[in-house]
């Protein structure tokens, strides 16, 4: 089975912190993902990474930043959190099957809900 | 027209229905299809991939329609533990952006006693 983990589950911060959320896969996928999830809107790509060092902006990359220093691990950064960023973030990987990215089906973390106050 | 449209519902069925709901799609150079369910403040979960002559899983049946570009899945003998989210999500050939694997919005699934 595959596992994705989450740092945290819960998270509360305060306005202009940097916040760092984590997430660690172990199935060697190649492809991570962070997307944030708020009622009314489903889900939004955040940023994606398709390998090593790669990273793409998403559809809201705007106050975020992601870092891939190792396969199994992707990080999401608030560079300077603000109570617009409250929302429930998910992490997900999946397997690239060629050089095709977005093909296989994508497997997602349990979530951290995050409040910035 | 949104990329990936699902009925929001929600839909309320007795245990032991049948219930059926689609998920239209804008690109018909889509090539992969996805049904998730989705818990309340839980995460998606994969509950099958759709495949182009149809797949069954248990209760559940997915199918594709490319020539109307829909899929669709049927669940059978409803029970109260399907009660769930069920986002719909469509992968389009692009080979260097992930901001073309698009979810639906969900569609409610209540089942009633």
């Known amino acids: 089975d595959v596992k994705v983990t989450q740092s945290s589950r819960y998270l509360v911060k305060r306005t202009g912190e940097k916040v760092f959320l984590e997430c660690v896969q172990d199935?060697?996928?190649?492809?991570m993902f962070w997307y944030r999830q708020d009622p009314g809107l489903g889900l939004r790509l955040i940023y994606f990474?398709?390998?090593?060092?790669?990273?793409e902006k998403g559809d809201i990359p705007e106050g975020y930043s992601v870092s891939r220093e190792k396969k199994e691990r992707f990080s999401l950064i608030l560079e300077s959190a603000s109570t617009n960023q409250t929302s429930m973030y998910l992490c997900?990987?999946?397997?690239?099957?060629?050089?095709?990215?977005?093909?296989?089906?994508?497997?997602f973390g349990d979530g951290t809900r995050l409040s910035i106050l | 027209r949104k990329e990936v449209e699902q009925d929001p519902g929600p839909f309320n069925v007795p245990e032991g229905a049948t219930v059926a709901f689609n998920c239209t799609y804008s690109?018909?150079?889509?090539?992969?299809f996805f049904w998730y369910r989705q818990d309340c403040r839980k995460e998606p979960k994969l509950l099958m991939s759709?495949?182009?002559s149809g797949n069954e899983d248990g209760r559940f049946t997915a199918q594709l329609n490319r020539a109307s570009q829909y899929i669709s899945l049927l669940i059978r003998d409803s029970k109260l533990s399907d009660s769930a989210t069920y986002l719909c999500?469509?992968?389009?050939?692009?080979?260097?952006?992930?901001?073309?694997?698009?979810f639906g919005s969900g569609t409610r699934l209540s089942i009633r006693p």
């Open positions: 997900a990987s999946s397997f690239r099957a060629g050089e095709v990215y977005s093909n296989q089906p994508q497997h």
């Open positions: 199935m060697d996928h190649e492809n």
């Open positions: 990474s398709y390998d090593v060092k790669m990273k």
């Open positions: 690109n018909s150079a889509s090539q992969s």
């Open positions: 759709v495949y182009s």
């Open positions: 999500v469509v992968n389009n050939p692009y080979y260097s952006s992930a901001s073309k694997i698009i």
